[in-house]
């Protein structure tokens, strides 16, 4: 545990209130969500925005350190994640985007969710649809099997396209430069073998009744994660005996936690949440 998780995680306690939790996902920071966390914290909730191990504290130490991110695998990250949990005195809501959006979906599996909110997630074993536009997406990791055990960072192309499809080339440009940071290669493979591979780490139990109330959260223009693999998600998820829902964010992509309508889909994940926290 970081020394600004453990004070996170104690502020939280301190304050009484419910613990909101929020989880990035690749080629993002802790500090993408610092919109999302002032915003659920002026509607009454104690946000909290957790780290992936060794996580540097800014976008700039993470691109001039980029080793820190290699070799971090989705069941670590998992692990990581669920001890920071442990460490609230209320179960909290937890909120992910893309990969946070499967590490969400794997917390609750476990029973460590009040509610959660998957937005844009990466597949889990069992979701088959591999659109094109997502494989696209992965290339700049997945072609090349090195990158497995690397950090592999973005063009600005790269991130145009995966993330910035649907805004300006302005804003694609200042989302980048404020934004991305590398990302660790291991997570995509797992996830591009996980139908394979029994035995996979990015697998989530859907069918735990303790995984409460789940809403999956899909950007109608997402390249990388396309509204075929997040319906597949929820499919799989309807499964589970709880409150399980989905919703398309018209003209949307997979920038859509950062870029200029953030709070439209804030709102959605707080509407959502209020309801059962």
């Known amino acids: 545990m970081t020394s600004n998780d453990a004070q996170l995680i104690e502020s939280a306690n301190a304050s009484g209130r419910v613990p909101v939790v929020f989880v990035h996902g690749l080629w993002l920071l802790p500090s993408s969500w610092d919109r999302w966390v ?31 991110f290699a070799g971090k695998t989705v069941g670590q990250v998992a692990d990581h994640l669920d001890a920071l949990i442990s460490g609230l005195d209320r179960k909290p809501a937890v909120i992910g985007h893309s990969f946070g959006g499967l590490l969400t979906q794997i917390l609750a599996g476990r029973g460590r ?48 396209y995966g993330f910035a499809n649907a805004v300006s080339e302005e804003e694609a440009k200042e989302l980048y430069e404020t934004f991305a940071v590398p990302a660790p290669g291991a997570p995509l ?23 409460g ?51 439209e889909v804030a709102d959605t994940a707080l509407s959502f949440v209020r309801r059962f926290v």
């Open 113 to 160: 969710c009040a509610a959660s909110v998957a937005i844009d997630p990466a597949p889990f074993r069992g979701v088959l649809p591999l659109p094109v536009s997502a494989l696209r997406s992965a290339a700049p990791v997945l072609s090349n099997p090195a990158n497995r055990s690397r950090a592999v960072p973005l063009t600005f192309d790269q991130f145009r």
């Open 213 to 263: 109330p789940l809403l999956v959260v899909s950007g109608e223009k997402d390249h990388t994660v396309p509204w075929a693999i997040a319906n597949a998600s929820f499919k799989r998820q309807q499964r589970n005996p709880g409150v399980t829902e989905i919703v398309e964010m018209k003209d949307r992509g997979h920038a859509l936690t950062i870029d200029h309508g953030w709070q």
């Open 189 to 211: 493979f797992q996830a591009a073998v996980a139908n394979f591979n029994p035995w996979t780490e990015a697998k989530v139990d859907t069918e735990n009744p303790e995984r």
């Open 38 to 68: 002032a915003h659920f914290e002026q509607a009454g909730y104690a946000a909290v925005s957790l780290s992936w191990p060794d996580d540097p504290d800014t976008v700039a130490d993470a691109n001039a350190h980029p080793e820190v």
